[in-house]
């Protein structure tokens, strides 16, 4: 089997890491060989650029620059050498966050979002990306107490509104590539949905 990239969105509490983490606990029992990541934090580098960027204020184009550099190093380090192994790649987040966050969400151009993700990724696209959907109320509703939230949990209702119409407008662009499960159900249910999509790109 050859490598693939499979990424995982959504607004924070919609249940994507949740999802990332029972994908990866079946394809243990099935024995096939995989790598769970994160954006950003998913090399030393990302690590130290995860606390900045969520405790730290700074602008739009700032974070749209570091989470670039995260990115950057993420796919030289970590994914590109897993896919060349040929193992399945599981991410909690990626390029399409950035758009939906720093674009959709922050208001930079998204013309300037895609280039920079183009740059930072080489090129590089998930095989699959699923977004787990669900009302904003929902989500901040799973998250943990108010005064732990980061900044752009602080931000509000309003900024994840932005964020998740993003995330739908970029896959109404992308059906092929972006599949929007609802979480908004019993996580039995989605979970079925969800391995049901990752399976179909298995045995491509």
């Known amino acids: 089997m050859r490598g693939k990239l499979i990424t995982f969105e959504g607004i924070d509490g919609s249940g ?3 999802m990332l983490h029972r994908v990866a606990r079946e394809l243990e029992r099935r ?3 995989h790598l769970v990541t994160r954006e950003p934090g998913g090399t030393e ?3 130290a650029l995860r606390e900045l960027v969520l405790a730290q ?8 620059f570091l989470y670039a550099a995260d990115r950057a190093e993420h796919v030289m380090r970590v994914i590109r ?14 390029s399409d966050a950035t758009l939906a966050y720093q674009g959709y969400g922050r208001g ?14 080489e090129g590089l696209l998930p095989d699959l990306t699923i977004v787990l959907d669900c009302d904003v109320q929902i989500a901040l509703a799973r998250r943990r107490p108010a005064e732990r939230w980061d900044r752009f949990e602080r931000n509000g209702g309003e900024f994840l509104h932005r964020v998740r119409a993003g995330y739908l407008e970029i896959a109404r662009a992308e059906p092929e590539r972006v599949r929007v499960i609802s979480s908004a159900e019993a996580e039995e249910v989605t979970a079925y949905r969800v391995w049901e999509a990752v399976a179909s790109i298995l045995r491509t």
């Open 108 to 121: 930079l151009p998204l013309e300037l979002v895609r280039a920079v993700n183009r740059w930072a990724t």
């Open 45 to 47: 580098l990302g690590a």
């Open 31 to 33: 024995g096939v060989s």
């Open 57 to 64: 204020e700074m602008g739009p184009l700032a974070e749209l």
């Open 16 to 18: 994507k890491t949740t």
């Open 81 to 94: 050498p897993a896919l060349a192994e040929g193992r399945i790649v599981l991410s909690d987040r990626y």
